[in-house]
């Protein structure tokens, strides 16, 4: 039980069972065909505390695909791969367009807004692959993930990210009109093939929550635990959550939840409360923005039961 939060396991046991009745569960994306058979009524929560207690509701040891989530942890490598060069490739504003929008791009130069919205991670994973094969990039993400989630047994749906390969015209033309501006280094193919991959890394969201740890903690995976990030760079990157992780509903998660988070058209989000704990949740519908209908209501819900709004009570 949670010294800081003696509620915390029957509050997110409660919210569990609250989603669970509602009727209202938004539309599972489609355009990934693959994603399209998630089931609708799934629902999954977990909380893991400052100190390292687990509280689980739900559907919360079921994989699902985490999609742009998986952007969070390729931002950590690149940055960690060449610091503020990144920003060369790559801009840290919020875009207030749909996440896969090509208009803002031919405005800006085929500079991307931000590192969460598709363009902005395709860049993103490009400067992670430069110098490798994409089979070795893509094995360092998945062991950096595997690394914070101490969980060696994560693995990438192999049918989800052929699917995305197959029908991801969108993203390939975003990453060609990239190339174009040369704001790409490798062959868009390959980034893309990378890029497809890591969203298709397959996760609980024990898994997600255990993953985010680092964001808790300034950069340690457990309050003296070992260190992942500088604390600047997890607090960086924490603001850039806040600010860019929902897309175009960034403003309205910011409002209603107060949290840094960030969500995946598979219906996930991770959601950061700093120096409190590290959230995930699951339900695969999604609202007009792609983010999961259900997901931010819960953690609404839970930042309101416990006072986590990173902006006061
Ligand atoms: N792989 C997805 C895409 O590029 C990620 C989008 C998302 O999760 O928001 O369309």
């Known amino acids: ?96 367009s749909p996440f896969n929008s090509i208009v803002q791009l031919e405005n800006e130069r085929g500079i991307p807004r931000n ?55 969108r993203n390939i033309a975003l990453a060609n009109y990239m190339k174009a501006f040369c704001v790409l280094d490798n062959p868009a193919d390959y980034t893309l093939g990378v890029y497809f991959h890591h969203c298709a890394i397959a996760m609980s969201c024990r898994q997600l929550a255990m993953a985010g740890r680092f964001l808790v903690h300034q950069g340690r995976v457990a309050k003296n635990g070992s260190s992942v990030v500088q604390a600047e760079r997890a607090r960086r990157i924490n603001a850039i959550m806040l600010m860019c992780g929902h897309y175009d509903g960034s403003g309205e998660f910011a409002y209603r939840v107060g949290l840094p988070g960030k969500s995946g058209v598979g219906g996930g989000i ?35 039961r416990l006072g986590w709004s990173i902006f006061g009570a």
């Open 1 to 96: 039980m949670s010294d800081a939060f003696p509620h915390l396991e029957s509050v997110v046991k409660e919210i569990a069972d609250e989603m669970r009745q509602r009727p209202d569960r938004g539309e599972v994306a489609t355009y990934i065909p693959e994603l399209a058979r998630a089931d609708a009524k799934a629902f999954g929560l977990v909380v893991i505390d400052a100190d390292g207690n687990v509280a689980a509701g739900g559907d919360s040891e079921v994989p699902f695909s985490i999609q742009s989530i998986s952007k969070v942890f390729t931002l950590t490598l690149a940055l960690g791969k060449i610091g503020d060069r990144l920003w060369r490739h790559v801009g840290r504003e919020p875009s207030g």
């Open 115 to 169: 590192p969460f919205i598709n363009a902005g991670a395709i860049a993103v994973t490009d400067q992670i692959l430069s110098g490798h094969q994409p089979r070795e990039a893509l094995g360092e993400i998945l062991r950096f993930m595997q690394f914070v989630a101490d969980d060696p047994s994560i693995t990438i749906d192999e049918a989800v990210a052929a699917s995305e390969q197959r029908t991801g015209f």
């Open 270 to 304: 991770l959601a950061i409360a700093p120096g409190k704990a590290s959230i995930a949740v699951w339900s695969p519908g999604l609202d007009h923005s792609g983010n999961s209908h259900l997901g931010r209501i819960a953690l609404e819900t839970l930042t309101k």
